[in-house]
Each structure stands twice: as structure tokens, then as C-alpha cells.
């Protein structure tokens, strides 16, 4: 089993990350303590009141919020009562066994795994300290759980850490879905899941959910001041209603922050290009076109999205590869795989652009090749020929000075 805490600020937000899950059938809560009431007799109210009660009972603390995720291996199944025993036995160990708490169930990812959401704020105001509480008590009621019940030791065979759910996700449609929650679980799985290292390429998996990444314009105080915001867009990429500030929602997924991950993606991203050239390379043998490549690609789990300005002049190519979670401009995997050299290997602009290969020439004889046509070279004219020629005389001599010379003459003779 392996163990994350995560503490932060905002009790709605690791509330309703957790309650749109359950709403969309991708987890369920499986038990509450603390509450005074079954899990089913809760309102959403009752839930955030309970906790947030408790956290404004000290104002000087910043961290309020503790949410929990325990992972298990692919290879375990276990039961709903099991799932909830060993949550009760974690948060005894780890010193929260008072405190309320929910139990989630989430089924978003190929093994099971929980979420626990509570505070740090006990009923007395007082703060539970969190300082070193992986290393100090976490990882001693871990190995306990383990031994316990059987579990897979982490430190024998790691197991798969809850992975992106990219699949279970649909695009944001606006105004029929509560539009901060849905960009938030959205924007959390594409930030923490894919290997991005710039906001284009973020916008590239976004936007395949309706959502977009603005900075505003280079004279706005939002970009001097490295603000950033999210947009609904509509299938066009065209904005909706009003954005949303990074730093307003739960994750907080600010320039700050996406700067950090684009550092690290930079790294992590590397041993990955190879494999994606190669499945761009096959699409390419049998691509016929644009569209056909698209598909081509698709099969592969590679999602070309193709960058286009105002007036639909495509400008470059974005790759997502789906499988390995990595995100590549065409451009960084090499000039061959650019929009404009892409694009000329498919011949998708006409076949008057395109040079014809040596095998579409048409096949010549060996007299054909070796008749090629000679250049005549200019005559040699002698001085006596210039001489006794009178036209040989004007030649090279533009046609208004010939013309000059020869009424000179007739004026001449007249005389």
C-alpha cells in the first residue's frame, strides 16, 4: 500500500473534487466519521459545515485542509468493509482517529484507492501538527496495515499510483455542468498526468476538453503581473462566459506552478520522443492525406492537434500521445515533423507544389538520355564581314540609335 498526504487551504475544494466524482459515477463515499449521522443521511451542506466549523475554531492557522489518498496494488480486490477498516486503522496511526472524516472510493484508475478528506483542527482549536508526518507516522501505520491485512509491501513491489483518467473526462459544455468544479477536475488530471513544457502544448490538451489557458495580451496587468486564468471555449475554441482565476481554484494551477512542471517535463519527457517519431513515421507510410493521418494516429493513441490563427492559416503541430502521457511540438522532435514539412510529404496542398518523385518520372530510352539537345553557339563574324556587311554593322545597337544614324545619312545624301 502507499500512502499521500496532501495538506492545503480550501476544504470546498477537496470537497467537491471528491462529490463530482461521486456524481459522475466515478466514486462513491463509502463511510463518515464523526458526522453523527450515516453517510447517507448527509447533505453536501453537512459535509463542509462539519469540517469548516472546525477550522474557523483557529484563525491563525494557515493549513487546514489534510486529504488523504492510500493506493493498493493491481493485483488486490478488497471488499468495502476491508477498505473501510483499514482507512479507520490509518487515521488512528497516523493521529486523526478523532477527527471527522469521509471515505472515498474512487474507480477512475486500474487499482483500487481511497480518499480520505479532514481537517487538522480539533475540536478545542487546537492545530494537529503535520511537520515530518509521513516520514514520523505515516510510514509506521503503513507497514502495521500491511502486515495486518496482508497487503502488498510498498517496499517490495511498487504499486501503480493513481494514474490519469483522461478517458472518463468529457469536454466542459457550458451551462450544463457546474463550470468551476468540471475545469477543476479537468485541469488537475491534465496538470499532474502529462509531460508538457509550455502553455501552447498545455492549451493542446485543453482544449480537446473545451478549456483554454489565457494570459492575456503583453500590455494586460494580468501578463505583467504573471497572472493566468481559464476560459470555457466552445468546439471552435471561441471563449465562453467568465474566466476563472488559477489561483481561485483548488488545485491552483498558476504560472508559478505550471512553470515548475515545465521544468520537470523537460526532463521526464526526453526518453519518450523516439517513440513518438516512430508512430508518427508509420502513420506516414500509409497516410494519404491529412484526415487519414489523423486517423492513422489515433489508433496509435496520438492526437495531432493542429495549430491555426484567426484567418485559418495552420502555423504548427502539436502531438498527444495519449499512452505515454507526453506532449511534443512538432517542431521539437525535428524540422521533418514541422507543419510545413509534414505537410509537403503528405502533398496535401496539390499536386502542382509537389516535386514527383525519381520513381513517378517518366522512364526514358538511352538514346533519350544521351540526345540531349545542343546549344548553338553564336556565329563568328570576321572584321571583313562587318566590313562588307552594313546590317553586320548595327548589330547590338539599339533600334532608336540605328534609326538616329540612318536619317543622318539621308540628310546627308539630300544635300
Same mark, same amino acid.
Given at each position: 500500500?502507499?500512502?499521500?498526504?496532501?495538506?492545503?487551504?480550501?476544504?470546498?475544494?477537496?470537497?467537491?473534487?471528491?462529490?463530482?466524482?461521486?456524481?459522475?459515477?466515478?466514486?462513491?463515499?463509502?463511510?463518515?466519521?464523526?458526522?453523527?449521522?450515516?453517510?447517507?443521511?448527509?447533505?453536501?451542506?453537512?459535509?463542509?459545515?462539519?469540517?469548516?466549523?472546525?477550522?474557523?475554531?483557529?484563525?491563525?492557522?494557515?493549513?487546514?485542509?489534510?486529504?488523504?489518498?492510500?493506493?493498493?496494488?493491481?493485483?488486490?480486490?478488497?471488499?468495502?468493509?476491508?477498505?473501510?477498516?483499514?482507512?479507520?486503522?490509518?487515521?488512528?496511526?497516523?493521529?486523526?482517529?478523532?477527527?471527522?472524516?469521509?471515505?472515498?472510493?474512487?474507480?477512475?484508475?486500474?487499482?483500487?484507492?481511497?480518499?480520505?478528506?479532514?481537517?487538522?483542527?480539533?475540536?478545542?482549536?487546537?492545530?494537529?501538527?503535520?511537520?515530518?508526518?509521513?516520514?514520523?507516522?505515516?510510514?509506521?501505520?503503513?507497514?502495521?496495515?500491511?502486515?495486518?491485512?496482508?497487503?502488498?509491501?510498498?517496499?517490495?513491489?511498487?504499486?501503480?499510483?493513481?494514474?490519469?483518467?483522461?478517458?472518463?473526462?468529457?469536454?466542459?459544455?457550458?451551462? @450544463?455542468?457546474?463550470?468551476?468544479?468540471?475545469?477543476?477536475?479537468?485541469?488537475?488530471?491534465?496538470?499532474?498526468?502529462?509531460?508538457?513544457? !509550455?502553455?501552447?502544448?498545455?492549451?493542446?490538451?485543453?482544449?480537446?476538453?473545451?478549456?483554454?489557458?489565457?494570459?492575456?495580451?503583453?500590455?494586460?496587468?494580468?501578463?505583467?503581473?504573471?497572472?493566468?486564468?481559464?476560459?470555457?471555449?466552445?468546439?471552435?475554441?471561441?471563449?465562453?462566459?467568465?474566466?476563472?482565476?488559477?489561483?481561485?481554484?483548488?488545485?491552483?494551477?498558476?504560472?508559478?506552478?505550471?512553470?515548475?512542471?515545465?521544468?520537470?517535463?523537460?526532463?521526464?519527457?526526453?526518453?519518450?520522443?523516439?517513440?513518438?517519431?516512430?508512430?508518427?513515421?508509420?502513420?506516414?507510410?500509409?497516410?494519404?492525406? @491529412?484526415?487519414?493521418?489523423?486517423?492513422?494516429?489515433?489508433?496509435?493513441?496520438?492526437?495531432?492537434?493542429?495549430?491555426?490563427?484567426?484567418?485559418?492559416?495552420?502555423?504548427?503541430?502539436?502531438?498527444?500521445?495519449?499512452?505515454?502521457?507526453?506532449?511534443?511540438?512538432?517542431?521539437?522532435?525535428?524540422?521533418?515533423? !514541422?507543419?510545413?514539412?509534414?505537410?509537403?510529404?503528405?502533398?496535401?496542398?496539390?499536386?502542382?507544389?509537389?516535386?514527383? !518523385?525519381?520513381?513517378?518520372?517518366?522512364?526514358?530510352?538511352?538514346?533519350?538520355?544521351?540526345?540531349?539537345?545542343?546549344?548553338?553557339?553564336?556565329?563568328?563574324?570576321?572584321?571583313?564581314?562587318?566590313?562588307?556587311?552594313?546590317?553586320?554593322?548595327?548589330?547590338?545597337?539599339?533600334?532608336?540609335?540605328?534609326?538616329? @544614324?540612318?536619317?543622318?545619312?539621308? @540628310?546627308?545624301?539630300?544635300?
Amino acid at each position: 500500500m502507499v500512502a499521500k498526504i496532501e495538506s492545503g487551504k480550501s476544504l470546498s475544494g477537496a470537497l467537491y473534487y471528491n462529490e463530482n466524482k461521486v456524481a459522475s459515477n466515478n466514486a462513491e463515499l463509502l463511510e463518515v466519521r464523526g458526522y453523527g449521522k450515516d453517510c447517507s443521511d448527509l447533505t453536501l451542506q453537512d459535509k463542509l459545515l462539519r469540517l469548516t466549523d472546525l477550522a474557523s475554531r483557529n484563525h491563525l492557522a494557515k493549513t487546514n485542509t489534510v486529504h488523504i489518498s492510500l493506493n493498493f496494488d493491481v493485483s488486490e480486490t478488497l471488499d468495502k468493509e476491508q477498505l473501510i477498516a483499514i482507512s479507520d486503522d490509518y487515521m488512528d496511526g497516523i493521529g486523526f482517529g478523532n477527527q471527522p472524516y469521509l471515505i472515498y472510493q474512487h474507480f477512475d484508475a486500474g487499482h483500487q484507492h481511497l480518499h480520505i478528506l479532514t481537517t487538522n483542527i480539533e475540536n478545542t482549536g487546537k492545530r494537529i501538527e503535520l511537520h515530518n508526518i509521513g516520514r514520523d507516522r505515516s510510514e509506521t501505520a503503513r507497514r502495521a496495515i500491511e502486515a495486518k491485512f496482508g497487503l502488498v509491501k510498498a517496499d517490495q513491489k511498487k504499486p501503480i499510483l493513481e494514474a490519469s483518467n483522461i478517458s472518463n473526462l468529457k469536454p466542459l459544455d457550458y451551462g @450544463k455542468v457546474p463550470t468551476k468544479r468540471a475545469m477543476t477536475n479537468i485541469v488537475n488530471e491534465v496538470t499532474r498526468s502529462y509531460k508538457f513544457t !509550455s502553455l501552447a502544448e498545455l492549451n493542446a490538451i485543453l482544449g480537446l476538453f473545451n478549456i483554454n489557458a489565457d494570459r492575456g495580451s503583453k500590455e494586460s496587468v494580468m501578463f505583467q503581473n504573471n497572472g493566468l486564468r481559464y476560459w470555457v471555449t466552445d468546439h471552435n475554441g471561441k471563449k465562453q462566459g467568465v474566466p476563472i482565476k488559477a489561483s481561485s481554484m483548488y488545485i491552483k494551477p498558476t504560472l508559478k506552478l505550471l512553470e515548475e512542471r515545465f521544468r520537470l517535463n523537460d526532463y521526464l519527457r526526453k526518453p519518450l520522443k523516439e517513440t513518438v517519431k516512430a508512430k508518427i513515421n508509420e502513420g506516414l507510410k500509409n497516410a494519404a492525406d @491529412k484526415e487519414s493521418l489523423i486517423l492513422l494516429l489515433a489508433k496509435m493513441q496520438v492526437q495531432l492537434v493542429i495549430r491555426q490563427n484567426s484567418e485559418g492559416r495552420i502555423y504548427g503541430l502539436t502531438f498527444v500521445d495519449h499512452q505515454q502521457k507526453a506532449v511534443f511540438n512538432g517542431s521539437d522532435l525535428g524540422k521533418e515533423y !514541422s507543419a510545413a514539412m509534414l505537410f509537403q510529404r503528405l502533398a496535401i496542398s496539390g499536386p502542382e507544389s509537389v516535386q514527383p !518523385s525519381k520513381s513517378q518520372q517518366p522512364v526514358r530510352s538511352l538514346e533519350q538520355r544521351t540526345a540531349q539537345p545542343v546549344e548553338q553557339s553564336p556565329k563568328s563574324v570576321s572584321l571583313i564581314d562587318l566590313l562588307l556587311n552594313p546590317q553586320g554593322q548595327d548589330a547590338g545597337i539599339p533600334t532608336q540609335l540605328i534609326q538616329q @544614324k540612318r536619317r543622318k545619312k539621308r @540628310k546627308k545624301l539630300n544635300l
